[in-house]
């Protein structure tokens, strides 16, 4: 009788067991199909952007953003991007004053007079090197420091003095709000100020007319140099290209600035984020004679100091 009380407890004890782990795994069961229930809408959450975006300013930065725009607009068919040049203290002014959302710039924003630096958040996007570029028939590829200082100051007038061909220099600057012309001036030129000449302010048009001047002498970014129709400028001996002014060798460079005026908005974040993606940093840039950030070997402050990193 004693064995069949065990025996009973015994088996109700194990039918109580089995029960238990049924309850159990049925639990673990509901809770992983809540959380499959839950995380579902993660995906469904992905808002698709839409809306309008203004960029103006650096016309030596148009190129890459018009390009990434276009890209950025094939992706999201619903955003609208507007770039503009007009040179980098427009973009400044503009962002600053809100009628834009992205101000570019080839200068800190602490370089411009007038420009509330302290209400901007730089974006530096990539690095742009800028050289002298000549008419091809003015007969040379390299110059001196000393001697493009002169050119550009009217102390050397006609090629000839340089071993080119016999024609009078023309001059070709940009405007005061130029930060292709500060850039240049800071480091190509030492801070000389440059003699009178012809002053345009479009990149593209500073090409043009470099091209179509005999004896014109002016300066572009790398990424203008696409073809044979003016001649960039190597500067004693250090030839204008990406590997040198990564290694610090050539010094004619700025970072490419996206300024937005507090944090980015939405959209402004999204295309800025996308400016920074590895597509467009290892391919784009490249493909528009940019500069990746991530390669510099060396680094700028708002002074102009070079250091290495």
């Known amino acids: 009788m004693k064995q069949m009380k065990k025996l009973s407890l015994f088996t109700l004890f194990a039918a109580l067991m089995v029960f238990m782990a049924a309850c159990g795994g049925g639990a673990s069961t509901d809770k992983s199909e809540g959380n499959t229930s839950k995380e579902a809408p993660k995906t469904e959450e992905k808002k698709e952007l839409s809306g309008t975006l ?8 148009q190129p890459l953003v018009a390009a990434a725009a276009d890209e950025f607009m094939a992706q999201n068919p619903n955003i609208d991007i507007q770039v503009q040049a007009g040179g980098s203290g427009t973009g400044l002014s503009q962002v600053a004053e809100g009628s834009v959302q992205i101000g570019n710039s080839d200068v800190f924003a602490e370089e411009k007079e007038g420009i509330p630096a302290d209400q901007l958040v730089d974006h530096k996007v990539a690095v742009v090197g800028m050289t002298a570029a000549v008419n091809p028939k003015v007969g040379i590829n390299d110059i001196k420091k000393e001697d493009l200082i002169k050119v550009f100051t009217g102390k050397i007038t006609n090629w000839k003095e340089l071993g080119g061909a016999d024609q009078k220099i023309v001059l070709v600057n940009r405007p005061d709000s130029s930060g292709t012309r500060a850039v240049f001036n800071k480091f190509a030129l030492d801070g000389a100020t440059p003699a009178e000449g012809i002053t345009e302010d479009s990149s593209n048009t500073v090409k043009k007319i470099i091209n179509e001047t005999d004896g014109a002498i002016g300066y572009l970014a790398f990424s203008y140099f696409t073809d044979d129709s003016v ?7 250090v030839e204008p290209t990406a590997e040198n ?12 600035h996206s300024y937005t005026k507090g944090e980015a908005t939405e959209l402004a974040k999204a295309f800025l984020d996308f400016m920074m993606s590895e597509d467009i940093q290892n391919n784009l840039l490249k493909e528009q004679g940019y500069l990746p950030v991530t390669k510099m070997e060396v680094e700028r402050d708002a002074k102009g100091n070079q250091t290495n990193k």
């Open 54 to 61: 203004s960029i103006s300013g650096s016309s030596a930065m």
């Open 231 to 237: 001649t960039p400028l190597a500067i004693d001996g």
């Open 245 to 256: 002014v990564q290694s610090g060798k050539f010094l004619v460079w700025a970072y490419q």
